[in-house]
């Protein structure tokens, strides 16, 4: 592929609800601009776009996908990100080495939750935004009640710069306003304006040029004297209105007829801004904060944004060089790792493909396979001039399973095959969990995860199984209590002998303390450690439903020793018996974690949610209500948190997303308790049964 400098490249996201056409307007791009012979079609999973396994299969998009479009003379290094709400750490990477966005909206249904959410992502990013009205050839489409679902929810002036040309079947091209002329079907010559749409041009044409003019004061003033602006006049102040944030531009398209195309393409070359006059990304350097230059001669600065592993292919790492520029075989420096990277080839990524280049200039995104020890969110850089770059924040999981190996041969590939699968994906996390003894899996949605474990199946040859993950309860006690235990065999050769008196109090801010308290030396202090060892068992394995005991201070002291029996053995028998029945005199209790929860719908979802939430045990903390979406914060057991994200969608179509975070551990309820704890009995005796 060409090289491309700075100044001609852009980075623009592709963002919207799940099937507002944005893998198909990628397809519509590339055939337009003569890089491709065909469209490929989402249903024969030929678009250049979703080639993964998974993605054909599910006819969704499941991960970001690099598409460069070349087109007068610029590269428009175009990210496709997935729509479906469950993938959205795919979004936020992507936003982070954006500098700007075209938010998608399906011209039948308007803005739906994935857009909202796009739509708030980039402002919280401060990107510049288009939207465009896309599937105007649909049937039912409308441009005006399309629009006017963004206008309810935002209040950033939204300003056509293009009106459709026919709607529905009708559909057949972009009225465009900068240079009043119509362009027919991929809009690559532009006609006449139709005597019928003149008006109506005219008086959009209006509101377009205002906008503009308040870009710049001299254009405001030529505006205000003339009362009219040149096409370069107005793009130059629209540039401007919208790389504040200002404005919103509307444009119109139907990218599975190709129509509109050629002029979204001129409107990202014209008014998106390039890596030169995007917003300027700050470093933490050797003597503080640095504003990186999109210079070539610049010292390095590379963020790492996105890691693919395959078997096959092997690791790929997908950049964005922010300052200076890369040809193959440099060396980088891994300011994470603080160690040296070599780099073989560098690539243009176009989905699937790399096209090897000779250099990548500051501004631009590459690929390049290999790197060993560089991961997502990592800075690459000089390393005599050190730099850390900003990694975004992702949510945190909302949706958990438990795994285990479906044969021995998996249980040996299963934790290597979740670390690979979890280092592509920002929002995919697995740890073992003491309090279960089992392997969690979390991340954002069951789709999520069914996604990792089949590619765990199919990348890495493991098989798993799910399971539902048992919630890690703590042990506790509520008062003090005191247990003796002697452990006496003294029958036969050499005997045992060790015999412990010791005291068991509540601990708030600790989970485990110890004390000597012996006096007059009934038993050796030497044996202390034996006693905790035996007490720090029982810790990890539970008194009463077999979740780890915590909140103890355990004093010990009393107890007998015998000259010749007594060992380090017998000793921590004794303590570890002692402890179990202490425990189980001082009202010891379950304790569950609760979360804190932040769950956003429509209002008019909002008394369904309040009333579901009342059947989970919810303290509500706080509720709010703007722009018609309410908020509501609580404190809600995890237990009852589960299978959250399945419900929420459900109730409220699809509108209604949620967070939640560890908050504290509170005692379970008693009549709760008791269904744990029988649990764990019934398992305990079976078990024995075995
Ligand atoms: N009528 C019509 N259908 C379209 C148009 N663009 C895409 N489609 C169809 O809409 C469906 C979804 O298109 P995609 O391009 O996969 O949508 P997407 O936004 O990439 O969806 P996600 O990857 O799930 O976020 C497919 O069946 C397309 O064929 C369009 O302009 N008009
Ligand atoms: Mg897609």
Redesign the pocket.
């Known amino acids: 592929m060409k090289e491309y400098s700075t100044e001609k490249i852009r980075n623009i996201l592709?963002a919207?609800?799940?099937?507002?056409?944005?893998?198909?307007?990628?397809?519509a791009f590339l055939h337009a601009t003569g890089a491709t012979t065909r469209m490929g079609?989402?249903?024969d999973g030929t678009?250049v776009?979703?080639f993964d396994e998974e993605?054909i299969r599910r006819?969704?998009?499941?991960s970001t996908s690099v598409i460069p479009v070349e087109y007068r003379d610029v590269k428009i290094n175009v990210l496709?990100?997935?729509?479906?709400t469950d993938f959205i750490g795919e979004v936020i990477s992507a936003l982070r080495v954006a500098d700007g966005a075209v938010l998608?909206i399906d011209a039948v249904n308007g803005l739906e939750v994935?857009t909202e959410i796009a739509w708030d992502y980039c402002t919280r990013f401060n990107l510049p935004r288009f939207l465009l009205v896309?599937?105007?050839?649909?049937e039912n489409a409308n441009f005006r009640k399309a629009l006017q679902t963004v206008e309810d929810y935002s209040e950033t002036r939204l300003i056509p710069i293009q009106l459709p040309w026919g709607e529905k079947q009708d559909f057949k091209g972009v009225i465009d306003l900068l240079s009043m002329k119509a362009y027919k079907a991929q809009g690559k010559t532009a006609e006449e304006i139709p005597a019928d749409m003149k008006d109506a041009a005219e008086e959009a044409r209006m509101k377009l040029v205002e906008a503009a003019a308040e870009g710049d004061d001299v254009l405001l003033e030529k505006y205000l004297e003339s009362g009219s602006l040149t096409e370069e006049e107005v793009i130059r102040g629209l540039t401007l209105v919208v790389q504040s944030g200002d404005f919103v531009p509307v444009l119109v398209?139907?990218?599975?007829?190709e129509?509109g195309v050629i002029r979204l393409l001129d409107a990202m070359v014209d008014i998106m801004p390039s890596p030169l006059s995007a917003a300027k990304i700050v470093a933490q350097g050797k003597a503080g904060e640095e504003i990186l230059e999109p210079k070539d001669n610049a010292p390095l600065a590379i963020y790492v944004w996105k890691t693919t592993a395959d078997p096959f292919v092997g690791k790929q790492t997908f950049l964005r060089v922010y300052a200076g520029t890369i040809s193959p075989d440099a060396r980088v420096w891994n300011q994470n790792k603080g160690i040296e990277e070599r780099l073989g080839s560098v690539n243009v990524p176009r989905g699937k493909e790399s096209l090897p280049v000779k250099v990548i200039h500051a501004g631009d995104i590459c690929v390049v396979p290999k790197l060993t020890e560089t991961s997502t969110t990592h800075t690459l850089c000089d390393k005599n001039h050190p730099l850390t770059l900003p990694v975004p924040e992702y949510p945190t999981s909302l949706y958990q399973v438990a795994l285990s190996p479906k044969t021995q041969a998996d249980s040996t590939k299963i934790s290597s095959s979740l670390t690979r699968l979890c280092e592509e994906d920002m929002t995919l996390s697995w740890h073992f969990q003491t309090a279960t003894k089992q392997t969690i899996l979390q991340g954002m949605g069951d789709q999520h995860i069914d996604v990792a474990i089949r590619r765990a199946e199919s990348k890495f040859q493991v098989g798993i199984l799910m399971e539902e993950p048992k919630v890690p309860y703590q042990e506790t006690i509520t008062k003090s209590a005191s247990a003796m235990y002697r452990h006496k065999k003294q029958t036969g050769g050499s005997g045992q002998f060790g015999e412990v008196h010791l005291k068991v109090s509540p601990l708030t801010d600790k989970e485990f303390d110890f004390t000597w308290d012996v006096f007059g030396g009934a038993i050796s202090q030497s044996y202390s450690s034996s006693i905790q060892k035996g007490i720090q068992g029982v810790m990890k394995e539970g008194v009463i439903a077999g979740y780890p005991v915590s909140g103890v201070l355990v004093s010990v002291y009393d107890g007998k020793e015998h000259p010749v029996d007594s060992k380090p053995v017998a000793f921590e028998v004794a303590g570890r018996e002692a402890f179990k029945l202490a425990i189980k005199d001082a009202a010891p209790v379950l304790l569950e974690p609760i979360m804190l929860v932040k769950i956003t719908v429509p209002e008019a979802a909002m008394g369904d949610v309040m009333g579901d939430l009342n059947t989970r045990r919810a303290r509500i903390q706080g509720m709010e209500t703007q722009k018609g979406r309410s908020v509501v914060t609580a404190n809600v057991p995890l237990t009852e948190m589960l299978r959250y994200t399945t419900t929420l969608r459900s109730m409220t179509g699809g509108r209604g997303v949620f967070s939640m975070e560890f908050d504290h551990t509170e005692v379970v309820p008693t009549h709760l308790a008791q269904a744990v704890i029988d649990a764990h009995t019934k398992e305990m005796e079976s078990r024995k049964e075995e």
């Open positions: 592709l919207s609800h799940s099937g507002a056409g944005k893998t198909i307007l990628c397809e079609r989402i249903e678009t776009s979703d993605e006819t969704i998009s499941l496709d990100t997935p729509g479906y998608l994935g896309n599937k105007m050839d649909r398209s139907s990218g599975s007829n129509i």
